[in-house]
Each structure stands twice: as C-alpha cells, then as structure tokens.
C-alpha cells in the first residue's frame, strides 16, 4: 500500500463529480454513481503509468537490494495487474474549471457535484489522491520500496503472506499516479477492487475490505453499459449509506446549463436532498 495516496480529506472540504445532465439526474435520484473499468477511462495509460514508473524504481534500487527481492517484490504487483479489475469514480477538488466542463461536463451544460468526502467513508471503495508529478512519484515510490526492504531485511527476507497482500495492495494503489498532462484535474478518486478470472474471461464480482481488515460490503454486482460505442464494465456504489447519510452539499451549475437555480432545488428537494448550495459557474463560456 502507498500510504502518501490515501487521501485524507479536511473537515469542510468537497471533491466534485462534473457530469452531464442525465447522469446527474440518476446520481441525486439512485443516491449513487458509477465506477467504471479503469482501462476505459480517458486517460489511455491508466494503471500502466503507475507500473512503468514501478519497474522505473524497482531497477534503480536492485544495485542495493539485488535481483531476489525485487523478483519478490514484483510477483504481487504484477498479479495484482493481471487479476483484476480497478472500478474507479473520480472527482476534482475543484468545483469551476473550465477543461472538466468541455471533457466531462458536456461541454459546459453539465453540472458538478460537491459531495462531502467525509461522509463517503463507508463507501466500498478506497478514496485516493492523485500525484501527477513524475519527480514526486519516483521519489515517493522509492522511499516505500526502501522501507519494505529494510523491514523484510530485518525479519530475515521471509516473503510471508503479509509481505505479498501489502506488495499487492501497493500495485493497485499505483494507479494514484498519472501522467502530469493530467494535473490541471486535481483528482480524487474512489477505487473499488474487483476480480478478473483469466482461465474464463470474466469479471468476478468482490467486496470490499477497509484497512483493518473488516469487511465494507458484500460483493458488488459487475454492470455493463455502453458509451461512445464502448462496452464498459461498471459497479454501483450507494454513497448514501442505504439512506443514512447525504454527502451531497453542492451543485454547481456549468457555464451552458440552461437550468434556473430554482428548477434544481425543485428537483432535490422533491427527491428528500436537503441542505444543498446551487451556484452557477463563473467561467465565461459559451
């Protein structure tokens, strides 16, 4: 695990889910959203920049630690690549911006919504923060692979199950660095893990574990659904707890949403979504 990327948010802040209208109709209406296949996303190196910059420190640090522990190292992360499926929902800590409303906002006649991080805890899926500079995430993955070398060292180089779930979990949590083209996204994402059976080709639906252990959910159903021509695999998660909690607190309208301010609190409102700010966006675009 790469303790750095869990994200760990302040006592007020939001992340933001920009989106377009018909999306935000069935998030506020289902009380949920969808996380889809990591290798569907926009971002066409998902999970593979985080492993290119994985063997990038793996090789620098085999002079030290030799060829043994990285060959240990690498098995858990590599399996961990070939035998599941990274469900990812993301987010921005940033409410207006005028890049996410073109590409995910339906080119400003979307909306974005504020969702309060903390009140998503129980959510089945791990909530991680992005690091988009390539420096930062050598030197961060460096200090990690450090540490577990010095702490296996110690024990006598045992290569236990504790060492092989930590080096697997650590490879899906790779999928927190992205390539810096992408900074300007300042991404929060929540990461459900499910499995992928290579002998059968299919998806295998898993629940989710918290840190310590407990388990989070029940295995959660794998969906399919279709966009821009693309069969994309996809989980449902509640955010709202099954009704006992309501993370949302603010939506902001794109900078094209035709919407009154008033027609949205209509809509929540009649839906039991209380306590909910409504802004417009201030980028000027049309």
Known sequence: MIYDRWYDPGANELIYHYCRPEVFI??????????????????????????????????????????????QISAPVIAGDNFSMLMLACFSLDADVLSQWRAYGDDGRGFAIGFSPKLMAKVPAKQLRILYDDGAQ???????????????????????????????????????????????EREIRLAHLS?????????????????????????LKIHFRVAKGVVIPYVILDYSSDGAVSPVKEIVLGPRNENAEINIQLFINTLGVTDVKIRRSEVPYR
């Open 26 to 71: 069935e998030i506020i209406r289902t009380r949920s959203i969808w996380a889809s296949a990591s290798y569907t996303m926009n971002d066409t190196s998902e999970r593979s920049w985080g492993y290119s910059v994985f063997q990038k420190v793996a090789k620098a640090l085999e002079p030290d630690t030799g060829p043994e522990f990285i060959r």
């Open 138 to 184: 050598t030197k961060e993955l460096t200090g990690n692979l450090n540490h577990i070398y010095q702490f296996e060292k110690s024990k006598g180089f045992k290569y236990d199950d504790e060492f092989k779930t930590h080096l697997f979990h650590l490879g899906l949590d790779l999928c927190a660095y992205k390539n810096p083209g992408y900074r300007e």
């Open 195 to 219: 499995g992928l059976d290579r002998g059968t080709m299919t998806a295998v639906p898993l629940g989710a574990i918290d840190p310590d252990g407990k388990r989070k959910s029940d295995p």
